[in-house]
């Protein structure tokens, strides 16, 4: 990780961990805690996206499958919380590495169809299986989080607890794409002809990405679970899937900050649109579509970008002022 | 009834759906062929068909043929929007970029139409009647005629097209290599915008001719475009031989499994088909086997 990521991660962790003492309201406790768990979701997403040059609009299936194969084992069979999370990632990301093998040795972009697929299967799923996921009204219940003795059982205490999860994904993701493997990653997001001209298994690195991504998606999927105690199906269809790829586009393909910008700023803005919520799916889209067609690298990289070109620009000017 | 005519009932009813998913898969093929995309918003153009007839035939009471033709127009315009807009404004012409604008325009038709048209699954009555005919002790409804009728029409039309016009040859020597296309003075701008726009009609047809079997609402077309798709793989994707044949046998599979298994799993059977597909013959039944691994 470089010197100034290094100063920004500790500024970011700084501001983070005291927004709290500001904060009464334990909704707005909330708002930030599940922003926190999409920051997690979105930067493994993203991570898949931006190195591996594909797109998964599954990953609302594999958050939700995370959350109910936590919320069911630990409920209905009484398995112990801290286990049963891992149980979970690794069940979920042997899941994604299945539909990766066939799929992502393909050119082309079969894994967006087979990703969708396969989340609206997991979604009719959980809605058909009702008596082992309480069906459309949902499944409830679920134990709190807690480690040793201590119960996660407010949304200050989880707070912590989420936000040093959220930060420290970020941490390693950042120390990943400056390792070996990130440079490998990188190589393959530039060309995957020349990246295996150079001796990088490309299709190993996307199969093993993507089903990092999924655990990814899984781990915050359990930690949802075990904080709201109650989940239904409608979290996870669709509509979550294409959020999630919003904040990632928005942030920007392959910027680990942008994806940061990207989830507080989708998180955030619905609630501040509570008065048109019809509109919520049409606002998502044309989000989308508008930052794709004229910031394709994303409206972080996009307006930073264009903000150093002026300033070089202002610079330029006054350089040349002092010249005459 | 017996085994026998229960089979051949699921049959008929598999190659009534299966034919309007052989027309989406037609769709996703003319646009992959002319672009290399897959465009995601096939599906809403089949929801746009289905409810754009209701609100031209059953609201504004205009006459049925009329009203078909009105409603292909009207969405074919969609598809020739999505291209001039969007598509070529894009600053960025990346596949990945490409794809995930048709993903945004189809969340954007659905947005509009939800507004536009509510949330309440729509539909209108079958072209001629509702007076089941009996088939070696299976019952046909009329409007499986029609939609039969339709699709193989449609594919003779696009076959002939395709074959023996000027424009359909240069369609198919951009989907054979762009640039060559290009060097020899085929504006391959236009056939990408034609592609477009016969995808959005094409699109509207099966909307049109599936909805008084079935219902249309907003938010149909995520799933039809998902089958559509499967069945495009299925037969191999690009192939128009492929689509039709992947779009029948999707059709029939499905309809017997909903009908000797169980029904709530259905839909789940097109997504299971695709990875089977993929992980054993990722070219297709028809394909050329000329798929890039890479």
Redesign the interface.
């Known amino acids: 990780m470089g010197k100034r990521n290094k100063i920004y991660l500790i500024l970011y962790a700084l501001g983070i961990f005291v927004i709290p003492v500001f904060l009464r309201n334990n909704y707005h406790l909330m708002v930030l805690n599940v922003t926190a768990l999409n920051i997690v979701v979105v930067i493994g997403l993203n991570l898949l996206?931006g190195y591996a040059?594909q797109?998964s609009?599954g990953h609302a299936a594999f958050f939700g499958l995370g959350a109910y194969l936590s919320g069911i084992l630990t409920t209905t069979y009484g398995f112990p919380v801290g286990p049963t999370m891992i149980l979970a990632v690794l069940i979920t990301g042997t899941v994604a590495y299945v539909?990766g093998?066939?799929?992502l040795?393909?050119?082309?972009?079969?894994l967006?169809?087979?990703t969708?697929?396969?989340n609206?299967?997991v979604y009719?799923?959980m809605i058909?299986l009702d008596r082992v996921t309480g069906g459309p009204s949902g499944f409830a219940g679920i134990p709190p989080l807690r480690i040793g003795g201590f119960v996660f059982n407010s949304d200050r205490k989880i707070y912590y607890l989420f936000w040093t999860i959220s930060v420290g994904v970020l941490l390693l993701s950042l120390n990943l794409i400056r390792s070996r493997v990130g440079r490998a990653m990188a190589a393959l997001s530039h060309n995957?002809?020349a990246a295996?001209c150079a001796g990088i298994d490309?299709?190993k690195y996307k199969i093993n990405l993507f089903a990092c991504s999924a655990a990814l998606a899984s781990l915050a999927g359990s930690l949802y679970a075990h904080y709201i105690t109650f989940i239904s199906p409608g979290t996870f269809s669709?509509f979550y899937s294409?959020q999630i790829?919003t904040m990632v586009?928005v942030g920007g393909?392959g910027s680990l900050w942008g994806s940061v910008f990207g989830a507080f700023l989708l998180t955030l803005l619905p609630e501040f649109l509570h008065g048109v919520k019809?509109?919520s799916?049409?606002?998502?889209?044309?989000v989308?579509?508008?930052v794709?067609?004229?910031?394709?690298?994303g409206l972080f990289p996009g307006i930073l970008q264009a903000w150093m070109r002026r300033r070089e620009s202002v610079q330029a000017e006054t350089a040349g002022g002092k010249g005459t | 009834m017996s085994l026998a005519s229960m089979v051949l009932q699921f049959i008929i009813s598999g190659l009534t759906s299966g034919s309007t998913y052989a027309l989406i898969a037609i769709g996703f093929s003319i646009i992959h062929n002319a672009t290399g995309i897959v465009n995601f918003a096939q599906g809403e153009f089949v929801m746009l068909g289905g409810i754009g007839m209701i609100s031209f035939y059953s609201f504004a009471k205009v006459p049925m043929l009329l009203a078909f033709f009105l409603t292909v127009f009207s969405v074919a315009v969609v598809g020739f929007l999505l291209e001039r807009g969007p598509i070529r404004h894009a600053k960025s012409k990346e596949i990945l970029v490409l794809v995930m604008i048709t993903v945004g325009a189809s969340i954007v038709i659905k947005g509009l139409s939800m507004v536009f048209w509510g949330k309440n699954p729509m539909t209108f009555p079958p072209f001629s009647g509702e007076t089941p005919l009996l088939f070696l002790g299976a019952v046909v409804m009329p409007q499986s005629l029609w939609i039969f009728g339709i699709t193989v029409s449609v594919v003779v039309a696009l076959h002939y097209k395709y074959r023996r016009t000027m424009t359909g040859k240069a369609m198919r020597a951009v989907a054979a290599s762009r640039r060559s296309a290009l060097l020899i003075g085929i504006p391959v701008d236009r056939m990408i915008l034609l592609s477009f726009t016969l995808s959005g009609s094409l699109g509207a047809v099966a909307g049109i001719i599936l909805t008084p079997m079935t219902t249309a609402s907003y938010d149909m077309g995520v799933m039809l475009g998902v089958k559509g798709f499967s069945a495009a793989i299925l037969g191999g994707y690009g192939s128009m031989p492929g689509a039709v044949v992947g779009g029948l046998l999707l059709g029939v599979m499905e309809s017997l499994a909903a009908g000797l298994i169980s029904s709530e799993y259905k839909d789940a059977l097109a997504f299971l088909l695709l990875l089977l597909v993929l992980f054993f013959r990722p070219s297709g039944l028809l394909g050329m086997g000329r798929l890039r691994r890479v």
């Open positions: 996206i040059g797109i609009l539909i093998i066939p799929t040795k393909l050119e082309g972009h079969y967006v169809m087979a969708l697929g396969f609206i299967i009719i799923m058909q995957e002809v295996k490309t299709e669709i294409l790829v586009l393909m019809d509109f799916v049409l606002i998502h889209g044309l989308l579509m508008g794709l067609v004229f910031f394709p690298q």
